[in-house]
């Protein structure tokens, strides 16, 4: 890869609205985290990846007035396809440094340092 980050703008109308963050999802019933993820991506944004191309890397855990989230972050080393929103948000790729100049939700936002120190 280039070193860059896949950013998703959450659309209007949305909670969080106009914040930007990793794309993905919440787990189903019965899915594994990776398994949500590849469901996710493929959903969102078009992508296909498979299991052995996802590197779990760290996670998140944040509690919002209404619900406690345990966010696993995975790194995509492939993936087939080119990334086009489907679901309304807007798209970018950009350096780990850069991440700073993006507004994100509460949870998201301490993982930016891992992200500069991995990439």
Excluded: N
């Amino acid at each position: 890869t280039d070193g860059r980050v896949l950013l998703a703008q959450r659309p209007e109308g949305k909670q969080l609205a106009g914040l930007w963050e990793f794309p993905g999802g919440k787990v189903e019933p019965g899915e594994t985290p990776e398994e949500c993820l590849i469901r996710e991506l493929y959903e969102e944004i078009g992508i296909e990846t498979d299991i052995p191309c996802l590197a779990p890397f760290t996670f998140a855990s944040h509690s919002y007035d209404d619900f406690h989230l345990l966010m696993p972050l995975f790194v995509c080393r492939r993936f087939r396809g080119i990334a086009q929103p489907k679901e309304g948000q807007v798209l970018k790729w950009v350096r780990p440094r850069q991440m700073r100049d993006f507004p994100m939700p509460p949870a998201d936002a301490p993982l930016i340092q891992f992200l500069i120190d991995l990439l």
